[in-house]
């Protein structure tokens, strides 16, 4: 998610262009190292859990000190927890940050629960930065986890 300069760190990358990476590749290969390294967070398989100290702040005014960081499916984010509601972003990256939930109409699923997320580009309504809800089958929790995922707050005013 994006997040203006006030708030926490940037949690996602953006991709670089193929040069760069052409070029380190290309120099490990003819000085013979190899490219070890710790793996991309997004690139880690279940990425799923409740994550505290942090400072999260949406285009309303609401401020979040803990959420729910979860790989996720692509979607529309919706205005308010409603698939007839207004677009205001789009989820394309994984993992995400949900910052509460509420309940809203079931999915295909048959899942009542939604989150509350930022998209990672934004839709209509440009002054709420892409902020809205997306629905539970959306958000991969662990098997055997339920939605609302435990420990995450609810939202009553999405």
């Not at 997040?3 to 670089?16: F, G, I, K, Y």
């Not at 394309?92 to 990672?120: E, R």
């Not at 997306?134 to 999405?158: D, M, Q, S, T, Y």
């Amino acid at each position: 998610m994006r997040r203006d300069s006030s708030a926490a760190p940037v949690l996602r990358s953006r991709r670089r262009g193929r040069g760069a990476l052409g070029a380190a590749v290309a120099g490990a290969l003819v000085s013979g190292s190899v490219l070890l390294g710790p793996a991309p967070p997004a690139a880690a398989a279940g990425v799923c859990g409740i994550r505290t100290g942090i400072v999260l702040r949406d285009a309303i005014g609401n401020v979040f000190d803990k959420a729910l960081y979860c790989d996720n499916e692509p979607s529309d984010v919706y205005g308010k927890a409603d698939f007839g509601a207004v677009l205001t972003g789009w989820l394309k990256l994984s993992p995400s940050w949900f910052t509460c939930y509420t309940f809203g109409p079931k999915d295909t699923k048959g899942n009542s629960v939604w989150y509350y997320v930022q998209g990672d580009q934004v839709a209509d309504l440009p002054r709420i930065k892409g902020w809205g809800a997306v629905p539970g089958e959306v958000v991969k929790v662990p098997a055997g986890v339920a939605h609302p995922f435990p420990g995450l707050p609810n939202c009553p005013w999405v």
